[in-house]
């Protein structure tokens, strides 16, 4: 069956993944950036409080799992950007049918402008290795094709992947091509709010009497409008996966993600209310996740935690990781 097509109806991703048998994985890095500053104060305990959950709740034992995080003495474990993208190869590597891996980031995310004109916002999402500042530029952050091209592309269809990001900017730091609203409807780019500033610009020229550059104004707005659409339409087809990955992301692309302070500790404020929902009720549908997410969120924090997918599904599936 062919998942990149708009049109078809959602896969349910309930049966393959039941049928998940084979290896488990799970790769959690978390990044407090210590005396910097940029430091960071939940990340490391983040990955603490999810290895002890996804262990309790979801089968993932210790002896397949890889913890990064910057205090630790081994300097193989340590979230440089080189054992980063190690481990992400490490985590994916031989992946098969009925394989199930999970993915736990929290630390420091950003955007750079996008190299290769995939990003209908002109920006590619990132994450930020410990040493992100020895590097020349921006080339010390990992970009979302990067993840994409290393965690996406190689899994076959039948193997899962969960990811969860607590880091800003991180709506679609995987370029996962189906994003869905609270709703479980597809959500597609607001185009009226990305007009706004064409829209005002043609007004102010129009209204001065500068009719040429109001319609010119116009003419640009019309062709970044179709350029969006085309680029979604593309992403769609490109991006698009059989394997059975989902991320929850801890906020849109243009919000940051909060640290919080729970019961005296620092902590990630995705995490927290990752752990907290499905302690909760670990029984409840990818919609129903996304909204309790939002719910438990909204009580302190603006961002609005993203779902995103590999392919179209049946958000009123069990979560299951």
């Known amino acids: 069956m062919s998942v990149g097509k708009e049109n078809e109806e959602p896969l349910s991703i309930e049966d393959s993944r039941l049928s998940c048998n084979g ?3 799970a790769l959690l890095i978390g990044i407090n950036y210590f005396d910097t500053e ?3 104060e939940g990340c490391i305990n983040d990955v603490h409080n999810v290895k002890d959950f996804i262990v309790s709740f979801y089968g993932f034992s210790e002896q397949n799992m890889k913890i990064l995080t910057d205090d630790q003495k081994d300097p193989t474990q340590t979230p440089t950007r080189a054992n980063i993208l190690a481990a992400l190869q490490w985590l994916v590597e031989g992946a098969e049918d009925g394989d199930s891996f999970f993915l736990h980031y929290s630390g420091h995310g950003g955007f750079v402008e996008d190299d290769n004109g995939d ?3 002109g920006f590619d999402e990132t994450i930020f290795p410990v040493d992100f500042d020895q590097y020349e530029g921006t080339t010390g952050q990992i970009r979302d094709d990067d993840l994409h091209q290393i965690l996406v592309l190689p899994l076959p269809a039948g193997c899962r992947l969960t990811a969860i990001f607590d880091s800003c900017h991180s709506g679609t730091v995987l370029d996962l091509p189906y994003i869905y609203s609270t709703k479980g409807e597809l959500k597609e780019t607001n185009l009226f709010k990305s007009a706004g500033k064409g829209i005002l610009s043609a007004g102010v020229a129009y209204a001065r009497g500068d009719k040429q550059r109001a319609r010119e104004a116009l003419k640009d707005l019309g062709y970044r409008l179709i350029l969006t659409r085309f680029k979604e339409a593309c992403n769609r087809r490109s991006f698009c996966s059989p394997a059975d ?3 929850f992301s801890g906020c849109k692309d243009d919000q940051t993600s909060a640290d919080d302070q729970r ?3 620092a902590t990630g404020a995705m995490s927290y ?3 907290t929902a499905l302690r909760n009720n670990p029984n409840q549908s990818y919609r129903e996740l996304l909204n309790n997410l939002r719910d438990i969120l ?4 603006s ?3 993203q779902l995103s997918s590999s392919h179209p599904i049946d958000v009123d599936a069990p979560f299951i990781c």
């Open 38 to 40: 940029n430091a960071l």
């Open 298 to 301: 909204g009580k302190e924090f």
């Open 245 to 247: 990955i989902v991320m």
């Open 303 to 305: 961002q609005r935690p």
């Open 273 to 275: 209310a990752f752990i």
């Open 119 to 121: 990003e209908p916002d």
């Open 23 to 25: 290896k488990k994985r």
């Open 263 to 265: 019961s005296g500790k």
